[in-house]
């Protein structure tokens, strides 16, 4: 079952006489329980795709169905209501609050929730988000007194936290060191096996081959959608230590 369709998805920038084609004719199905990943060279249009799927910008042309519902036909009121419900945002830089503690951080999409929690609903719901990314200790840390790789979990928990039915990721290793980054990548492909829908961009392919699937843009199309067997951290792991020992021998050592 699909969670989100896109169907001849074109999508143009205009000032004054000049037009840029950032889409030219996108068709992309995203199946409920895949993880993915958008990789493409810098001005290959994957950012414009992600702020569509996003519900951030609006296509120039053709359909986005998400759950079955034409995006195109909400309001700006229910757009809003899926970004807060249906969706989950990570980012290459965080966005967290600096003066504010990690619960508080993630709580921060339950203040605009319709669901009208009381605070200790919203404590309960934020514990646990932080408790699934493994940072229950940190609760009442700042972000400065975190590592980059806490705050992207907490910034992982806040994306959680009102259960979206697709996370969309934003380059989330961009700011983290090799090994921060595989910690990363572990804790997605756990969310992945417990049932939720993962949607990347990234322009690394040793990042990408942590997905099941890898869909390549450039100039504005999908020049090649593969499915492939992703590997696990502690193979990555495995590579890259191999690698080291075989520099350090090259090198004398």
Same mark, same amino acid.
């Given at each position: 079952?699909?969670?989100?369709?896109?169907?001849?998805?074109?999508?143009?920038?205009?000032?004054?006489?000049?037009?840029?084609?950032?889409?030219?004719?996108?068709?992309?199905?995203?199946?409920?329980?895949?993880?993915?990943?958008?990789?493409?060279?810098?001005?290959?249009?994957?950012?414009?795709?992600?702020?569509?799927?996003?519900?951030?910008?609006?296509?120039?042309?053709?359909?986005?169905?998400?759950?079955?519902?034409?995006?195109?036909?909400?309001?700006?009121?229910?757009?809003?209501?899926?970004?807060?419900?249906?969706?989950?945002?990570?980012?290459?830089?965080?966005?967290?609050?600096?003066?504010?503690?990690?619960? *508080?951080?993630? *709580?921060?999409?339950?203040?605009?929730?319709?669901?009208?929690?009381?605070?200790?609903?919203?404590?309960?719901?934020?514990?646990?988000?932080?408790?699934?990314?493994?940072?229950?200790?940190?609760?009442?840390?700042?972000?400065?007194?975190?590592?980059?790789?806490? %705050? %992207?979990?907490?910034?992982?928990?806040?994306?959680?936290?009102? *259960?979206?039915?697709?996370?969309?990721?934003?380059?989330?290793?961009?700011?983290?060191?090799?090994?921060?980054?595989?910690?990363?990548?572990?804790?997605? %492909?756990?969310?992945?096996?417990?049932?939720?829908? /993962?949607?990347?961009?990234?322009?690394?392919?040793?990042?990408?081959?942590?997905?099941? #699937?890898?869909?390549?843009?450039?100039?504005?199309?999908?020049?090649?959608?593969?499915?492939?067997?992703? #590997?696990?951290?502690?193979?990555?792991?495995? *590579?890259?230590?191999?690698?080291?020992?075989?520099?350090? /021998?090259?090198?004398?050592?």
């Amino acid at each position: 079952m699909s969670v989100l369709k896109l169907q001849n998805i074109t999508k143009t920038y205009r000032s004054g006489s000049l037009a840029v084609d950032a889409l030219r004719g996108i068709d992309l199905d995203i199946e409920r329980g895949e993880f993915t990943s958008i990789m493409g060279a810098s001005g290959s249009g994957k950012s414009t795709m992600m702020n569509i799927l996003g519900c951030l910008d609006q296509p120039t042309e053709g359909v986005y169905l998400l759950n079955d519902e034409d995006v195109s036909k909400f309001k700006k009121e229910r757009l809003a209501e899926v970004r807060n419900r249906t969706l989950g945002f990570v980012f290459q830089n965080f966005h967290l609050l600096p003066r504010t503690t990690a619960l *508080e951080n993630v *709580e921060l999409p339950l203040l605009y929730s319709k669901e009208n929690l009381s605070w200790k609903e919203m404590h309960q719901k934020a514990k646990k988000a932080l408790e699934i990314v493994g940072l229950a200790d940190r609760a009442d840390h700042t972000p400065n007194e975190l590592s980059g790789g806490q %705050q %992207q979990r907490v910034a992982i928990a806040r994306a959680l936290v009102s *259960e979206p039915k697709l996370l969309l990721a934003d380059e989330p290793t961009g700011n983290l060191d090799s090994r921060t980054s595989l910690e990363i990548m572990d804790l997605f %492909q756990e969310l992945n096996r417990n049932g939720l829908t /993962i949607l990347m961009v990234t322009h690394e392919p040793e990042i990408a081959r942590f997905t099941g #699937r890898i869909v390549t843009l450039r100039d504005g199309l999908i020049r090649s959608d593969k499915t492939i067997e992703p #590997r696990s951290a502690e193979q990555a792991l495995s *590579e890259w230590e191999d690698e080291e020992d075989i520099e350090l /021998i090259n090198e004398g050592y």
